[in-house]
């Protein structure tokens, strides 16, 4: 990790403002997650020591004081059977492909969630640049490692987490555009794109299912044996242009995805 991100996390005197900024950076370099989580536990475990409690630490941050236990113990550590069983799990389905009329709304989590009679919520990780993956950069048709717009939400379903949603755009297009602002895109992402003068052409989706990074591990709260499903949804424009790709991450154990069948004739 960068020197000067780590000075200017040892500069924070104060613990919980040490914690905020920890969570911040979690969410930004993924690749350092567990020397990150290394720190939160000591700036949890100082805040501790100034007479604080986890309840009062869980305040602070907008968390559970069962989440703070957890954070304390490092990422892949396995929640204690008090914690686990406060955390009821869900079931929440992601149809593929997906619904034009899901597709258009405000948000294809929050809509899907509630037609299934779930108490969905999302929270904003993460919006500004940060270099293409390789199955990024090749759905947004730029190079691996190129930067691009990311917009990455935490989905929770009845208070569990779920799912990891991450919008990315081709920074060329979008830089200088509202998209590229923290804030939720209202009313929704695709009249932001519409009012661009981008119109939907036709979408490609990819499922994959493979272990969690430890940045996903942490986020969705994951047992260490726990798998999660990665959906790959590349979307173009009437003229082809590569203008959204969204990249799901679903943890296994909570989702079930049901495939709807082709229009048209078919045979057995």
Same mark, same amino acid.
């Given at each position: 990790?960068?020197? /000067?991100?780590?000075?200017?996390?040892?500069?924070?005197?104060? #613990?919980?403002? /040490? =914690?905020? =900024?920890?969570?911040?950076?979690?969410?930004?370099?993924? +690749?350092?997650?567990?020397?990150? *989580?290394?720190?939160?536990?000591?700036?949890? &475990?100082?805040?501790?020591? +100034?007479?604080?409690?986890?309840?009062?630490?869980?305040?602070?941050? +907008?968390?559970?004081?069962?989440?703070?236990?957890?954070?304390?113990? +490092?990422?892949?550590?396995?929640?204690?059977?008090?914690? &686990?069983?406060?955390?009821?799990?869900?079931?929440?389905?992601?149809?593929?492909?997906?619904?034009?009329?899901? /597709?258009?709304?405000?948000?294809?989590?929050?809509?899907? *969630?509630?037609?299934?009679?779930?108490?969905?919520?999302?929270?904003?990780?993460?919006?500004?640049?940060? #270099?293409?993956?390789?199955?990024?950069?090749?759905?947004?048709?730029?190079?691996?490692?190129?930067?691009?717009? &990311?917009?990455?939400?935490?989905?929770?379903?009845?208070?569990?987490?779920?799912?990891?949603?991450?919008?990315?755009?081709?920074?060329?297009?979008?830089?200088?555009?509202?998209?590229?602002?923290? !804030?939720?895109?209202?009313?929704? =992402?695709?009249? &932001?794109?519409?009012?661009?003068?981008?119109?939907?052409?036709? *979408?490609?989706?990819?499922?994959?299912?493979?272990?969690?990074?430890?940045?996903?591990? %942490?986020?969705?709260?994951?047992?260490?044996? %726990?798998?999660?499903?990665?959906?790959?949804?590349?979307?173009?424009?009437?003229?082809?242009?590569?203008?959204?790709?969204? !990249?799901?991450?679903?943890?296994?154990?909570?989702?079930?995805?049901?495939?709807?069948?082709?229009?048209? *004739?078919?045979?057995?």
């Amino acid at each position: 990790m960068d020197n /000067r991100v780590l000075a200017q996390i040892g500069a924070l005197t104060d #613990p919980i403002d /040490r =914690l905020r =900024l920890l969570n911040k950076l979690m969410s930004e370099y993924q +690749g350092s997650m567990t020397e990150l *989580a290394s720190y939160r536990r000591h700036a949890i &475990a100082e805040a501790r020591d +100034g007479g604080m409690t986890t309840e009062e630490i869980g305040a602070k941050l +907008g968390v559970s004081h069962a989440r703070i236990s957890q954070m304390s113990k +490092g990422p892949m550590a396995k929640a204690p059977a008090a914690i &686990a069983t406060a955390v009821p799990k869900v079931l929440v389905a992601r149809s593929l492909p997906t619904d034009p009329a899901v /597709r258009g709304s405000k948000s294809l989590f929050l809509m899907e *969630a509630e037609q299934q009679g779930l108490r969905p919520d999302r929270k904003m990780l993460y919006v500004g640049p940060e #270099p293409a993956s390789e199955h990024i950069a090749t759905c947004l048709q730029v190079e691996a490692g190129d930067e691009v717009i &990311a917009r990455r939400k935490m989905m929770t379903a009845n208070d569990v987490p779920v799912r990891i949603a991450t919008s990315y755009f081709r920074a060329d297009l979008f830089a200088d555009t509202r998209i590229a602002q923290p !804030e939720f895109v209202l009313p929704t =992402l695709q009249a &932001a794109l519409e009012a661009l003068g981008y119109r939907f052409g036709r *979408a490609e989706e990819v499922l994959t299912s493979r272990r969690p990074t430890a940045f996903e591990a %942490e986020t969705l709260q994951l047992e260490p044996d %726990e798998w999660v499903v990665q959906v790959v949804r590349a979307s173009y424009s009437t003229e082809d242009t590569p203008i959204h790709t969204l !990249e799901t991450i679903c943890a296994a154990t909570r989702h079930i995805f049901p495939i709807g069948q082709a229009a048209g *004739a078919d045979e057995f």
